[in-house]
């Protein structure tokens, strides 16, 4: 039997994706810290090894090679996985997975990127794409296409150049291809720079490369789990109010990221992007104090905290659009993972002060949990519930999407169940006034 719930239930769920059909949604973490790994660094951290606060993981990457060095003749048959040599890959991304994480192969780069100019191409794309997804074991893929020799187009949000609308035609091919052969949703994140998406505000940009990743995302939106424009390597942007802001800004960091989660009206009359809801969007700046665009950590502290409505206070200049900010705001990446290590981990340490999860139970709430128990979590075959006190209480499991999948009445104080049936996913366990996950594998 199935039915939608009615007691609320979306702390346990904040931040999974909402999905029609049978596919189960891959568990994203409710907050996340983004970071990439770069595989040429990879004598000096082993990926199993980095910093615990790395949720998602993008392997940098899978990329074209140009042949001359400079990654401007880069033609899709060419690419390849640098790490491919590499015999403890495989084994430390189910390392990290077996831990909650989410890992990730970005496609492109600087000096990876390329265009797919035909439907052969597409075909390519498509099915080395899939190679590397089956022999790693990945959760899914990053976008990081880059350079204008690659992305610039002529045509609109709704009607992209011919290579725009071939890159969406692969990642929908990947996308149904991935939901058929491992019955869960593709994880899909997309890394572009901010030329190619908040650009759409100035008419140098939207007319110079044409906004085509703006054509990707309201192609690809309801695909989209997270997106994390890069907000760095740019002198300025144009924020909703028509004015610029510098990089490395409270402002910056600001503007570009209400106009990400806003949406606007491009210049040069390239169309309308119509935004991302902010627990698809992540902040995404450089680990490294030298780098461009890099911000202080207290600055980055203030910013995050008038984004997310936590303070009313306007940290600069600009004020934003949406009174009460975005609660939702789903957290912070940043290149590199490698990078971050050099300099003792302080992105990811400084991380844990502006996201976390935290609970906000009541004491008298944490009791009632602890009057509930079930193991084991994660479970295959079959979970145990134990209860304080042997009075008849109704017991039940709900999915994702709010169904009750099982549901029984339970009298002992231990009791067996099976869940064999259930596919694997995240689920909430009823009984009462409590209420636990549960990880099916």
Known sequence: MKRHFAYPIA????????????????????????????????????????????????????????????????????LSFYASSWTHVATDIATLQAQGKIVLMSIGGADGSFKLNSAADVTTFVNKTKAIIQTYGVNGIDIDMEQQTYLNQTGTISAPSAH??????????????????????????????????????????????????????????????????QLYNVTSEYGLDGYQYAQGTMDFVISQTDAIIKGFTCKNSKGVYS????????????????????????????????????????????????????????????????????NSYAFATNYTTMFNCVSTATEEQQTIQEELSLYPNPATQQITIEK?????????????????LHEQEITDTKTSIDISALPAGLYVVKMGDASKKLMIQ
């Open 275 to 342: 935004g991302l809801p902010a627990s698809k969007v992540v902040v995404m700046l450089p680990a490294d104090p030298a780098g461009n665009g890099y911000m202080d950590p207290t600055d980055l502290q203030t910013a995050i905290n008038y984004l997310k409505g936590n303070s009313t206070d306007i940290p600069d200049s600009y004020f934003l659009q949406t009174p009460g900010g975005y609660p939702g705001l789903r957290g912070l990446g940043t290149w590199s993972i490698n990078i971050d290590y050099s």
């Open 388 to 404: 304080v006190v042997a009075t008849e209480q109704h017991l039940e499991i709900v999915n994702v999407m709010g169904e009750i």
């Open 11 to 78: 702390l346990f769920f904040l931040g999974l994706l909402t999905i029609s059909g049978t596919v189960r949604a891959q568990q994203i973490p409710c907050n996340v810290l983004v970071g990439y790994y770069q595989t040429s660094w990879g004598s000096q951290v082993r990926l199993k090894n980095i910093n615990s606060n790395y949720n998602v993981i993008c392997l940098s990457f899978l990329e074209a090679g140009g042949g001359d060095g400079d990654g401007t003749n880069n033609v899709v048959d060419d």
């Open 164 to 229: 725009i609308a071939n890159l969406i035609s692969g990642l929908q091919q990947l996308r149904d291809w991935y939901q058929t052969y491992y019955s869960r949703k593709m994880v899909l994140t997309l890394v572009p720079e901010t030329a190619y998406v908040t650009g759409g505000l100035s008419n140098y940009e939207s007319s110079t490369y044409g906004v085509p990743y703006l054509a990707i995302i309201e192609a690809m939106r309801n695909d989209i789990d997270l997106l994390m424009v």
